[in-house]
């Protein structure tokens, strides 16, 4: 299973030692928190669900996983065209 991890941050740039808790809220977003040890302060990330979806491995901002999947949609377009086989998003012209 490929995975991204996902930095949180608190304000004082610190990263979190330990996440306490990981929840949704009503506004569809990810909450992250924990206790932050320099600020001693109960710190909270809100990450919507739309933004979790594009940092997803191979999700629509994945440039380099897009690039790769049309080179494979070209090597086997262009073995298909060997055998005489067109496809269908060529047209009948
Ligand atoms: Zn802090």
Do not use: T
């Amino acid at each position: 299973m490929i995975f991204r991890n996902l930095l949180f941050r608190c304000e004082c740039k610190r990263p979190p030692a330990r996440v306490r808790e990981i929840g949704l809220n009503d506004q569809h977003e990810l909450v992250v928190r924990w206790w932050c040890v320099a600020c001693k302060r109960h710190v909270y990330a809100v990450k919507s669900l739309s933004d979790c979806w594009r940092d997803c491995p191979g999700g629509p901002s994945s440039g380099q996983d897009r690039s790769e999947a049309k080179a494979v949609f070209a090597s086997d377009a262009q073995f298909l065209h060997s055998l005489g086989i067109r496809l269908p998003e060529e047209g009948d012209s």
